[in-house]
């Protein structure tokens, strides 16, 4: 297992769809984060960046797709997926739309 040193390193980038914009309404944010992280480490890595106060972390593992392009065959890569839901009257200002 990497030791991750730093809380950047955990956190890989937001996810950003009409769907988790959406999901922001309930406090929920999503994040693609590091393979080797778990809840523990999300919560604290979301806490100490943004300083908000975290309810729940749902972690989940995306397997790769096959991909074909012409005769070559190979297949996207896996990642790990984070649903972050914050305790009621906390926001993540940096993630907001613009209103």
Known sequence: ????????????????????VASGEL???IFEVHRDANKQTVKDAVEKLFN????QV???NIK???KKRGVFVGKSRSWKKAIVTLVTGYRIKELEGQH
Not at 5 to 19: A, F, N, Q, S, W
Not at 52 to 55: D, I, N, P, R, S
């Open 52 to 55: 908000v106060k975290v309810k």
């Open 27 to 29: 406090n929920k944010y």
């Open 1 to 20: 297992m990497t030791e991750m040193k730093y809380y950047g390193d955990v956190l890989l980038r937001p996810l950003i769809t009409e769907k988790t």
């Open 64 to 66: 790769g797709k096959p």
């Open 58 to 60: 749902n972690i989940m």
